[in-house]
């Protein structure tokens, strides 16, 4: 079954990225010039996604404006033909069926992805976390839905993290399945180092079946008195396996402030408009350094 919606939770309170984060969301972070949620977006648009549920919060607002027309610029950039950026904006406010609901309270991201149990129905559906980005020639979630339509189950996207980050994300136990693709069948967030599975986390990125919508509604609140995605997951991975994608492309963490400064220098480095200039500038900076 082709995977045609997603759910990006976006409703967290980003304290990593403090001060930041506290009037604009960290989801609208910009990697050089668009927000962080952008790439996210256009990253299901190019596997296919045809319905985005966006879960937003109060002060998220801009969230919502940053993928609608802009009126008054729109007619701005047309009176003065500028017809390359007034394409662009277009495009951004064209991209996708973006409905939007909000989580009421920041209880954990299961809360947030239970928000969506009406937009998805019946249908197995993508999560992408608001705050990953995922840069690659194939987009990260289309891998995932290729390996819940090719097995039938849920699918995590993985990537092995050193012992430092493994205690911060969630730990699996997993079994080589064939190249990238790995059975996975027991999980557990935040793990310390003698509790971990090994040291392949989830990043960002899974496919779901529709029936964690009621996992979930049975999920005791987990680490930080939040309803943990993860623990959901767990219980799916145990009772039917699940399935695990090293995907290709390179993950930026937008929730903390190495992977935002990472994330602006890497795609900076590929931006037409500007990678001489900052190729240039970081090898002069290099030396003095
Ligand atoms: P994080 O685990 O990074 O949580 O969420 P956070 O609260 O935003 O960040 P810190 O720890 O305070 O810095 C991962 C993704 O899940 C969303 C976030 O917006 C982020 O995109 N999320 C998290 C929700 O939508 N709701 C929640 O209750 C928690």
């Known amino acids: 079954m082709k995977i045609k919606k997603a759910v990006i939770p976006a409703a967290g309170l980003g304290t990593r990225v403090l001060p930041a984060s506290k009037a604009m969301p960290k989801e609208m972070l910009p990697i050089v010039d668009k927000p962080a949620i952008q790439y996210i977006v256009e990253e299901a648009v190019r596997a296919g996604i045809t319905d985005i549920l966006i879960i937003t919060n109060r002060g998220k607002g801009i969230i919502e404006d940053h993928f609608d027309h802009s009126v008054e610029l729109e007619n701005m950039l047309s009176k003065r033909g500028n017809t390359q950026m007034l394409e662009t904006l277009n495009n951004v406010a064209n991209m996708a ?50 390996a819940y339509e090719k097995y039938g189950k849920s699918v995590v996207g993985i990537k092995e993290v050193s012992d430092e980050l493994i205690v911060k994300y969630s730990s699996l136990k997993t079994e080589p399945l064939k190249d990238k693709l790995f059975r996975v069948t027991d999980m557990i967030e935040k793990p310390s180092l003698d509790t971990k599975f090994s040291n392949y986390s989830i990043l960002g990125r899974c496919v779901l079946d529709n029936e964690i919508f009621d996992i979930l509604e049975k999920t005791p609140l987990g680490v930080g008195n939040e309803l943990q995605l993860t623990d959901a997951m767990r219980t799916l991975a145990v009772e039917k396996g699940m399935v ?12 903390n402030k190495f992977g935002i400064m990472k994330a602006n220098i890497e795609v900076g480095l590929t931006h037409p408009e500007i990678k001489e200039d900052l190729r240039e500038y970081i090898k002069e900076l290099a030396k003095t350094l």
């Open 97 to 146: 069926n973006i409905y939007y609901i909000r989580q009421k309270e920041t209880r954990g991201l299961g809360d947030a992805v239970l928000r969506a149990r009406e937009f998805v129905g019946s249908d197995p559906f993508a999560v992408l976390y608001g705050d990953d980005v995922i840069i690659g020639e194939v987009p990260a979630i289309g891998e995932l839905a290729e």
């Open 244 to 255: 695990g994608v090293d995907f290709s492309g390179t993950r930026y963490d937008m929730g």
